[in-house]
Structures are given as structure tokens and as C-alpha cells.
Nanobody
Framework: QVQLVESGGGLVQAGGSLRLSCAAS????????GGWFRQAPGKEREFVAA????????YNEDSVKGRFTISRDNSKNTVYLQMNSMNPEDTAVYYC????????????????WGQGTQVTVSS
């Protein structure tokens, strides 16, 4: 089992930045790929970014490319999402997820999820 806890959400003005953290406990997190997803009110949960187990491979959803960066520190069992140049469309609950093998953009391929952290961007 892997337990995931997100932090770092909050209220930010348009154009601002936030950094989300996802702290993992349980099994050796360094062998798990990580992902970030988000869900806005009335919408389905959507992919944001993913990272391989060693951080050597990352990819983002098109809408956040050039603005969001996913990274990880396996010595701290933590995955991060740096969010810059934020806009109101980024408002959502952000979820961290983990899966045993390669990274993926499909939420159904992830085995473990955090409880989510609210991010609100004001205009």
C-alpha cells in the first residue's frame, strides 16, 4: 500500500504561482510513477502531468505546458507540481496519484490516490 497526502493548495491571483507537494508513505515510493490530476466543479477528473519512477521522463497536458512542472525527490518520497502563470481555468481540486509501473495519463491506470487539495485562482 502507498498512502499519498497532498499539500500546498490555496488561493492565488491570476498570474501567480503555487507549488503542490505529494508526500508518500508505505511501500518504496521510488519504484512508483507519479501523476497529478485535477477536477473542477461539474467536470470530470483530468490529467495534468506525470513523472516516471526516477524522474527521467515527464509529460504534461497541453493546457499546462510551459506553465506547470512536475518533479520528484525520492529521498523525501515526494512529488511536486510547480504551477506558474496561473489563470482562473486552473481552479480545481488537485489530486496526486501513483502507479507501480510506467507513468500514464489515464486515471484508471493509477492504483493509489491522495485526498486532494483545493486550488483557487482569482481573476
Amino acid at each position: 500500500q502507498v498512502q499519498l497526502v497532498e499539500s500546498g493548495g490555496g488561493l492565488v491571483q491570476a498570474g501567480g504561482s503555487l507549488r503542490l507537494s505529494c508526500a508518500a508513505s508505505g511501500r518504496t515510493f521510488s519504484s512508483y510513477a507519479g501523476g497529478w490530476f485535477r477536477q473542477a466543479p461539474g467536470k470530470e477528473r483530468e490529467f495534468v502531468a506525470a513523472i516516471s519512477w526516477n524522474g527521467g521522463s515527464t509529460y504534461n497536458e497541453d493546457s499546462v505546458k510551459g506553465r506547470f512542472t512536475i518533479s520528484r525527490d525520492n529521498s523525501k518520497n515526494t512529488v511536486y507540481l510547480q504551477m506558474n502563470s496561473m489563470n482562473p481555468e486552473d481552479t480545481a481540486v488537485y489530486y496526486c496519484a501513483a502507479r507501480r509501473y510506467g507513468s500514464s495519463r489515464y486515471r484508471y491506470e493509477y492504483d493509489y490516490w491522495g485526498q486532494g487539495t483545493q486550488v483557487t485562482v482569482s481573476s
